[in-house]
């Protein structure tokens, strides 16, 4: 149970990673399927927001 609580908070931590650097037609698609789940519309505006977090600035 301890090895696979790391291992989620590992692959947590990965997520805005991988965000970053996916491609543009890659991440629509995506954006599209989060949109279709429970609770999408959050999830899609975090995706957004780690996607271009580099690129706002408060």
């Given at each position: ?23 543009r037609g890659k991440f ?19 995706a957004i927001y780690i ?8």
């Open positions: 149970m301890k090895n696979f609580v790391e291992k989620f908070r590992r692959n947590l931590s990965d997520i805005p990673r991988k965000v970053e650097q996916t491609s629509i698609f995506l954006l599209g399927v989060l949109f279709l789940l429970p609770g999408g519309s959050f999830l899609c505006l975090a996607k271009f977090r580099n690129y706002i600035k408060f």
